[in-house]
């Protein structure tokens, strides 16, 4: 419930015009991005709906993975709509340790997955630089999800991967450098949570906790669309 209240008031935020709305002589412009993620698979936490199955049956550990991208940005009126590719890595490793069940061993997940982002935004504190100094964007993303998987142990359990995922991100951007011809350099931050994609004896569809999510971070160039 508090995270729809907290996209809700984001929403709300973005078709307000906010403070010092943008004008609505601005151009398209391309956004460039890259930095580091943390996140992919989130795996059920809660193993209650499991009866008999012991609370440290199974752990997750996840590890920094890269991410790249490329956008287009059109305005309209005082929002934008934006839409690109992205692309992201998450390696991962699932540690079971369950002598209810009979698992034991571990699974190393390597997911790489290639995003196509649907969002509106609107920028703020224009100034010298009409896409504005500081922006938000929500909406739909929808991901494709390519994994290598491999395991070690007696006895790991069945699993599946999901071939398509999606969910709703938002992203922050500040963008501090401005340079002649438009073009401008800051940094980003953004976040996701999304459906299931690994599914197995502890992740099911119908467990709340078990889905998709990601924290992202980096550095993002924009330049006018007509500079190309």
Not at 2 to 15: A, E, N, S, W
Not at 99 to 111: A, E, H, K, M
Not at 122 to 138: D, E, K, V
Not at 181 to 202: N, Q
Request: charge should be neutral.
């Amino acid at each position: 419930m508090r995270t729809h209240f907290f996209f809700l008031v984001v929403f709300m935020i973005l078709f307000s015009g906010g403070c010092s709305p943008l004008k609505e002589s601005r151009s398209s412009w391309v956004s460039f991005q890259a930095g580091g993620n943390i996140g992919g698979i989130v795996e059920n936490t809660d193993l209650t709906l499991l009866p008999g199955t012991p609370v440290d049956a199974y752990t997750g550990a996840s590890r920094t993975g890269v991410n790249l991208s490329m956008s287009y940005h059109h305005p309209i009126h005082k929002i934008e709509v934006e839409t690109g590719i992205e692309m992201m890595t998450h390696p991962m490793t699932l540690t079971y340790n369950d002598p209810v069940n009979q698992f034991f061993g571990t699974r190393s997940i390597s997911l790489t997955q290639i995003q196509i982002p649907f969002r509106v935004g609107a920028g703020f504190f224009s100034g010298t630089l009409p896409q504005g100094r500081f922006r938000i964007a929500l909406g739909p993303l929808l991901q494709y999800n390519l994994t290598d998987v491999s395991g070690q142990g007696e006895s790991l359990p069945s699993y599946s991967i999901h071939t398509f995922s999606a969910g709703l991100s938002l992203q922050f951007t500040v963008m501090p450098f401005a340079f002649r011809k438009g073009s401008s350099m800051g940094f980003y931050l953004g976040g996701y949570r999304g459906s299931l994609i690994y599914e197995d004896f502890y992740n099911h569809p119908d467990f709340q906790s078990a889905g998709s999510s990601y924290l992202k971070l980096g550095l993002v160039y924009n330049l006018p669309f007509r500079t190309f």
